[in-house]
Nanobody, 120 residues
Framework: QVQLVESGGGLVQPGGSMRLSCTAS????????ITWYRQGPGKERELVAH????????NYEDSVKGRCTISRDNAMNTGYLKLDRLKPDDTAVYYC?????????????WGQGTQVTVSS
């Protein structure tokens, strides 16, 4: 019932931009923050950015700070991650995660991921 679907990945040249979407369904989207993660080839999964319920309390990892904008449109049940001035080491599968309170327990929900490849 709870579902997160990422989209917007693809092949981008270095210096380009990407905008990823995370569309949610099956729960009260506006009650929860959104976290974006990524995992590059041969690398550990890392946190990229987080946004609070109303678009406040944003934070970014140092590797993307200054190039990244996280946002959300609660009316559309969608979160966004925009990353500019892309570098080859931005190549990764990008995931959104929302931790939802269900039956008194906090449950992690993940999207399926979307591949971003930065290459010339």
């Amino acid at each position: 019932q709870v579902q997160l679907v990422e989209s917007g990945g693809g092949l981008v040249q270095p210096g380009g931009s990407m905008r990823l979407s995370c569309t949610a369904s099956g729960f009260a989207f506006s009650d929860y923050g959104i976290t974006w993660y990524r995992q590059g080839p041969g690398k550990e999964r890392e946190l990229v950015a987080h946004i609070g319920t109303a678009g406040d309390a944003t934070n970014y990892e140092d590797s993307v700070k200054g190039r990244c904008t996280i946002s959300r449109d609660n009316a559309m049940n969608t979160g966004y991650l925009k990353l500019d001035r892309l570098k080859p080491d931005d190549t990764a599968v990008y995931y959104c995660k929302i931790v939802i309170l269900q039956a008194g327990r906090w449950i992690d929900y993940w999207g399926q991921g979307t591949q971003v490849t930065v290459s010339s």
